[in-house]
């Protein structure tokens, strides 16, 4: 069976959560823990094992091999999230959903699952402000979240784009799961070389994605468009804000330690 690279880092009780957030940031699909006598061990997995080669130097974490087979184990206790007027379910339980919309997701090997709180900030923007008869561009689209809520919120057609292989079989599969694969067309298509003029753009990557990919995003947005960007950590916003040219900042919403920012297009 194939070995996959996981990052194993051990740390106190009191900061487990900033660990974690430091392993969400350097770009980890999935992070777990588990108390051990006073202390938190907290293991995350990578897009690849070269990503997690490099970010256990960088942390001065472990790294330790592990069978495919783990990835499904948190399906166990996977819950749903529920944001506003919708749920996001895992597609593999019954959930009651109270008369919210459902979203069911099966990320696959792929990042989200709708617990991240920058998953979180996006779905309740959509939900307060749903996309109507929208064209939306979701960059980076993981499990397809953000790009099938879109879709099941009314929006006309959603483009999906994401560099990572498992990522556009996710998104597709959920597209078609829910019942929306007409109008999300997903592709591994390098944001530099899409053609098009979207009327919202959902960006939830790391800081690092941001600088780079801001300026090809912006021009893609028409004028008084939206730009709806996650996965942000206090103060990167700085850093990151002249990546996306010709663009005014409309709100900064927060969430359990992580920055949404909307913008609109000048």
């Not at 699909?29 to 907290?42: C, H, K, P, Y």
């Not at 696959?108 to 307060?128: K, M, Q, V």
Request: charge should be negative; glycine fraction near 12%; charged fraction near 20%.
């Amino acid at each position: 069976m194939p070995q996959d690279m996981v990052v194993e880092l051990t740390v106190p009780e009191g900061v487990a959560e900033l660990s974690a957030d430091r392993l969400w940031g350097a770009g980890a699909t999935a992070v777990g823990w588990q108390d051990r006598d006073g202390a938190v061990t907290l293991v995350a997995s990578f897009p690849t094992s070269d990503a997690a080669r490099t970010v256990a130097e960088e942390l001065g974490a472990q790294l330790r091999a592990v069978d495919d087979s783990w990835r499904d184990v948190w399906k166990r206790y996977a819950e749903p999230v529920r944001v506003g007027g919708l749920v996001v379910a895992p597609a593999w339980r019954d959930v009651e959903v109270g008369g919210r919309l459902v979203v069911r997701i099966d990320p696959g090997w792929s990042f989200g699952s709708g617990t991240h709180p920058s998953t979180r900030l996006i779905l309740a923007e959509l939900d307060r402000h749903p996309p109507a008869g929208l064209r939306v561009l979701d960059v980076g689209c993981g499990s397809g979240i953000l790009a099938v809520t879109a879709a099941l919120l009314g929006a006309a057609a959603v483009d999906a784009v994401d560099i990572e292989v498992d990522a556009v079989a996710a998104s597709t599969a959920n597209a078609d799961a829910n019942g929306v694969g007409e109008k999300v067309r997903v592709s591994a298509t390098p944001v530099g070389d899409l053609q098009g003029t979207w009327d919202l753009a959902l960006v939830n990557v790391t800081a690092a994605v941001h600088a780079t990919i801001g300026a090809h995003v912006a021009p893609l947005v028409r004028s008084a468009g939206r730009l709806l960007l996650a996965g942000l950590l206090p103060g990167q916003w700085r850093h990151v804000a002249g990546a996306y040219p010709g663009t005014a900042v409309v709100d900064r919403p927060e969430l359990d330690g992580w920055e949404g920012v909307i913008l609109i297009k000048a």
